[in-house]
């Protein structure tokens, strides 16, 4: 097949869009569609050349395979490797343990099913996972194990191509839809609902061979391919509900364009060298780009800005050529491929091993200081288990009765842990607690039905990227205000993590409630850092001065947050920071050297008894009353 400059400034387009959304610069909100032009390109090329060697009899499973490995693995390999080798040097111990899991998944070619695993409320930020970015090159190499089949099945059986390959793509095509519907990380990461994608790629080579294109009608389908696959850049954004039908105008601009693009005038005279360049060396780019952004982010532990993101993309072309030249073209020369394969093979080896021996150290390598290395011994799944684990079991139809004060707790994970330091407390020897969980998704504990539409539909990020959420929130919000317990509460206390665009309803969830009880309401306030307290401990450096200067480190919204919480007219405010954080300091870790925080909003079981030992709850169930007291007066 010739090469086409019109695909690789196709490549240009899809490797600029993806870095500079990743970047934040301009308006690149959409830049995320760059990865399925790329699925699209690859079905159409990778079709093609498996159709035209079985038509001529030179097919060959193993020699595709080979070839496909040629091309992919060796630059894939130094990426994982180098960025493997950088982690142990800046990482910290946590963080070090992830990404030994991901080099090893990584290196194996099912980064998707990690990724896709790891997706969730307790996940890791993307800004933690210099590899998160192979999941669209695992998701790329299953493709190359399973289409030459295919595509031979088809063949070998004279079914009609285009046929075949349309019923594929319709068929692959609902399969996302529906997945988004019911996992919305499962039809973003997991190959068999991006196959459609690919298959769109492959109609092409059908279509190619009707005589329907003239001149004129090439340069205007080209000029609205490219158009399709350009305006999502710019026009989608993280609220955008993806991929499902959304994916459809950047991925159908993608076929249109190539199919227009062979012959149309207008392709060759866009198609200008300095981009069709970056097409070229796309693939060096789009591996090195993310690996570098993420250790910088790590590095700084803050936002990049002006000049210093001006250097990062500097940084990321010339990795990037540096990659292109040394190792990706390379290695593809006769006389070095074989020697490259073994040396590209022993480096994976070596990698492997090396992260299974970090992981099992539990990301520890060099000689950390042992109360450092005691702070962060947490085991996150023993955390979340511990974390909801009494909120769990004290929700209940309605109250027991007994004489104990009546309370309920609604909300998320920060009512869970407020429910834990309760219980851990002792203070359910006066209060009878009885809870109800809405998803921190839902972007409010409660509001209004009539408001809930706009609010899902228009505001909340969480709804809007996940629909699925919706029906679910509303069923939680209903079950609330539907309980008896809402009716026999003599307190309510509200603990929820409030996002700065929605503490604003925090009034109106105060309204709703009182069309269903007169009880006193109380909102509990957040104690957020802007992380682990532990990782915090592990890049200071030492302990001594740490909880002096902690304070530094609460999240910067908390306060205006907290603030706007303990401004609600008619209803009570806990301040739940100032248990934590006092004059002298923020509390860090226990008379055994164990963390306080779980992670940067949950205080730990030992957190709490430190916390209660060292008297900081003495005050909370005299603060709880007096607030019940003014309440009732009012």
Known sequence: MLKREDIQLLRAIAVMAVILYHLHLWNFTGGYVGVDVFFVISGYLITAKIINAIDDGSFSYLGFSLQRARRLVPALVATIAVSFLIAVAIMLPSDMARMSSATIYALLGVSNFLFWSESGYFDASGTLKPLLHTWSLAVELQFYLFWPILIGAICRLKLYRLISLTLVTIAGYYASTYMMHSDRSAAFFLTPFRIWEFSLGGCIIGLERTAWASKLRSNIGYLVGLTAVIVPVFAYNENT???????????????????????????????????????????SLYLVHWPIFVFALYGTQRS????????????????????????????????????????????????????????????????????????????????????????????????????????????????????????????????????????????????????????????????????????????????????????????????????????GLAGDALAELRKHTKAPVIFAGLKNFSDSPSKIALRYGSLRGLEQNLSKYIDPKTPAINAALGSVQGAGYLDLLSLVCVTSGCATRDDQGLAVYNDATHLSRSGIAYLKSIGRFDGLFSNISQQVARLSKG
């Not at 076929?255 to 060298?273: H, N, Q």
């Open 304 to 503: 990049l800005v002006g000049l210093e993101l001006g250097i990062l993309l500097f940084l990321i072309f010339f990795a990037a050529l540096v990659m292109h030249y040394f190792i990706e073209k390379a290695h593809q020369k006769t006389s070095v491929k074989y020697r490259a394969a073994i040396s590209f093979g022993f480096v994976a080896m070596l990698s492997v091993g090396l992260a299974s021996v970090v992981q099992a150290r539990n990301g520890v390598i060099w000689g950390i200081a042992p109360e450092l290395l005691k702070i962060d011994d947490i085991d996150q799944v023993q955390s979340a288990a511990y974390i909801w684990g009494n909120m769990n079991k004290r929700y209940a139809a309605n109250f027991q009765g007994g004489g104990r004060t009546k309370v309920l707790i609604i909300g998320d994970s920060q009512a869970a842990d407020l429910t834990n330091i309760m219980v851990e407390t002792g203070m359910e020897d006066r209060f009878e607690i009885v809870t109800r969980t809405v998803y921190y998704e839902c972007g409010a504990p409660l509001l209004p039905a009539e408001q809930r539409k706009k609010f899902w539909e228009t505001e909340n990020q969480f709804t809007m990227k996940d629909p699925t959420f919706v029906s679910r929130c509303s069923t939680l919000m209903d079950d609330v205000t539907n309980s008896p317990a809402i009716k026999e509460a003599d307190e309510i206390l509200i603990a929820y993590y409030w996002r700065d665009y929605s503490v």
């Open 241 to 283: 509900i993806f991929p499902g039908a959304s994916a459809i105008i950047p991925a159908g601009g993608t076929a249109i364009a190539i199919f227009f693009g062979k012959e149309a005038k207008m392709a060759r005279l866009i198609s200008v060298r300095p981009a069709t360049y970056i097409g070229e060396i796309s693939y």
